[in-house]
């Protein structure tokens, strides 16, 4: 095989460049999708659509949205699905890919922080559909719920607590620093910025579907990757679990979803029967102890914190080494989000080359694949 020449797949692919068909051009030669011309769906149409599918207590659509900078209303685009679009192509959702879920350095079938916001907003649209909310505003608050976590994931919390006054919380941290550049409805802002349980309740009924999806979702994928990974065993599932929720990340995420669904139904109010509601609890409360705080992970979470306080201090004393767009009047600040955007690996590398860390020092995989 010649080295310098197009492989065969690639020359397969330039015959396709221009599509097929003369005055409407077709992605497929053999293309036979076809609809009656008609007017298209514009945005006022289907946000009037919107009070036929929803609940009247769910959040509507509304022209270009509540927005700190006003902008025109898209022609075909609700605010709410702009919003969704601008986190999926935003640099801070993407770098979620190399960001901590629960181990740092993930093996190829352990979640990422990435993979966790697409499960969030799966099982957050699920109940969003089920319980009439408006599913597009509860996706872009799912799909943007983390992107205010550094490397590290939560440990990265504890590390720039001592920088911030007041603390380091990823859910205001991404709704009010890391988003702000993208313009977002306040609606999905308020989503983001008060996921957390610990946080003053969402502002709307889409927002409280995220917090549980939150929980939901990450509860049953965290225990199956622990399973994965041979940190835990399925004959470890408490009983509650097992006889309430089953001991598959399937059967989970469908009785709890289902759960809140039938719940918020019967009730009025978004939430979970009190059976359902503790098993998750229990759930919880055993990933905990058996995952999140087992000594293995403190010892990596310890070590994430003194890796980013060191970049951070480093920058603080070498801001010329920072992207000027991180050098303005406030300075621990500027360090705080330059850090915070890193992904893990790159952190690392910089506390290899710039601080001089021993990598024998650094976070390593957990499980099995590491």
């Known amino acids: 095989m010649n080295d ?13 460049m221009h599509g097929h068909g003369a005055d409407v ?40 949205g509540d927005r700190s900078v006003e902008e025109e209303p898209d022609e075909f685009r609700t605010c709410f699905e702009r919003d969704r ?8 959702f993407r770098r979620l890919a190399g960001k901590t879920q629960v181990v740092v350095y993930p093996t190829d079938h352990q979640r990422t922080r990435l993979t966790h916001a697409v499960e969030v907003a799966q099982a957050a649209v699920a109940m969003a559909r089920g319980i009439g909310a408006n599913v597009t505003l509860t996706d872009a608050i ?18 720039f607590d001592a920088y911030i006054e007041g603390g380091y919380d990823h859910g205001p941290w991404g709704a009010d620093v890391v988003l702000t550049g993208l313009n977002l409805t306040a609606q999905t802002l308020d989503g983001i910025r008060n996921h957390s349980w610990s946080r003053p309740a969402p502002s709307t009924v889409e927002g409280e579907i995220v917090s549980w999806a ?33 001991v598959t990340r399937r059967q989970q995420l469908a009785t709890f979803i289902n759960g809140v669904i039938d719940t918020t139904a019967r009730t009025g109010v978004v939430g979970l029967d009190a059976v359902t509601a503790e098993a998750l ?3 919880r409360r055993f990933n905990y102890e058996r ?14 914190v003194k890796v980013l306080r ?50 024998k020092r650094l976070p390593r995989g957990i499980g099995r694949g590491a």
């Open 142 to 159: 799912a799909l943007g719920h983390d992107c205010g976590h550094g490397p590290g994931g939560h440990a990265s919390e504890d590390a």
């Open 85 to 92: 679009d601008r986190i999926v192509h935003s640099a801070a």
């Open 214 to 246: 939150d929980r939901i979702a990450y509860c049953a994928h965290d225990l199956e990757d622990a399973i994965y990974a041979g940190i835990v065993e399925v004959g470890d599932i408490p009983e509650v679990v097992r006889e309430v929720a089953g």
């Open 4 to 16: 310098d020449i197009p492989l065969p797949r690639a020359k397969l692919w330039a015959t396709t």
């Open 25 to 64: 051009i077709t992605a497929h030669e053999s293309s036979t999708a076809r609809v009656a011309p008609r007017d298209p769906r514009r945005r006022a149409a289907r946000e009037e659509l919107e009070r036929a599918l929803y609940v009247p207590e769910a959040t509507f659509s509304d022209g270009a």
């Open 291 to 304: 995952i999140y705080t087992r000594p293995e992970s403190v010892a990596q979470s310890v070590t994430v």
């Open 310 to 359: 060191a970049l951070v201090d480093h920058y603080l004393e070498h801001p010329a080494a920072m992207p000027e767009e991180y050098r303005d009047e406030d300075l621990v600040r500027g360090a705080v989000t330059y850090v915070g955007g890193m992904t893990d690996r790159f952190a690392f590398e910089r506390a290899k080359h710039l601080l001089g860390w021993d990598p």
């Open 281 to 283: 609890a229990e759930l």
